[in-house]
């Protein structure tokens, strides 16, 4: 798909909507430095129920040269590479956070004014948690580490303040708010049904990955750093694991100790 129009410094779009990139080929496209990915509504089947969703996006410097059109390798750049990343969430207020590399920052809008001001400023993720998300109807599909996980969230233990809090509503965005602020993790593995794991990697997991981790958090995908995995194709999909870093560290510890086991019955 091509624009014809020029939109600023953009020379190329790629959505969770679209099937391909959207090229802006117009001279001043074309002269463009930059490439955005989005998820233009996370969470959108939560809308009629009146759920928070959000829009997720992510920014990188074009690798193709300059004045001709974007092509497919600059949108399938590595998760390090990213210049900019961020979401804005829509619930009982609004809020743009973002980061470039120096922090997480967060902005909250102001009706009255019709401008987002500085509320949350160089958040920072807990090392600690008390939350989990996952969608535990899916466990019977699960790995033996991520059952073990589980059983170890759902263990009395009082000095460390378990069992662990389960929430989930299928909203990305409002999981990863949540944890951001108060501490936790979100989970989605693979399964026997989704062997790859169901995010995408371009549009989800890169542009929260590089938040949590600049808000000193950790995102994986249970082996591998998300940020260095290499994207082979526009709508890859990955298995997801991010929050605060030691409940990150608990659970990867278990799928490495029990990833060449027979998922658990």
Do not use: W
């Not at 998820?39 to 920014?59: A, K, P, Q, Y």
């Not at 694991?241 to 659970?251: A, D, I, Q, R, Y």
């Amino acid at each position: 798909m091509t624009l014809s129009k020029p939109r600023g410094e953009v020379c190329g779009i790629a959505s969770e909507e679209e099937d391909d990139i959207i090229v802006i080929d117009s001279e001043r496209g074309c002269n463009s430095k930059y490439i955005v990915l989005m998820d233009l509504l996370d969470g959108s089947s939560n809308i009629d129920v009146n759920v928070s969703v959000g829009t997720i996006f992510s920014i990188y410097k074009r690798i193709s040269p300059v004045d001709t059109p974007a092509v497919i390798s600059d949108f399938l750049q590595a998760g390090t590479e990213q210049v900019v990343a961020g979401y804005i969430i829509y619930g009982s207020s609004t809020m743009l956070v973002y980061t470039t590399g120096h922090g997480v920052h967060g902005f909250t809008y102001d009706p009255s004014l019709g401008t987002f001001y500085l509320s949350h400023e160089n958040m920072v993720v807990p090392e600690n948690g008390h939350t989990y998300s996952i969608n535990e109807g899916n466990y019977l599909k699960f790995p033996a580490g991520i059952k073990k996980y589980l059983k170890f969230c759902q263990e009395i233990d009082e000095p460390n303040q378990r069992p662990y809090t389960s929430r989930y509503i299928s909203s990305l965005v409002s999981y990863f708010h949540r944890n951001l602020i108060t501490g936790g993790i979100y989970i989605y593995p693979s399964t026997a049904s989704a062997p790859k794991g169901k995010l995408r990697l371009l549009y989800e997991c890169n542009p929260m990955a590089f938040l949590i981790e600049q808000a000193g958090g950790i995102a994986s995908d249970g082996f591998n750093r998300i940020l260095e995995v290499k994207p082979t194709e526009l709508h890859q999909r990955i298995a997801f694991f991010c929050g605060s870093k030691n409940m990150l560290k608990e659970v990867q510890n278990l799928i490495a100790e029990f990833s060449d086991d027979e998922p658990l019955n």
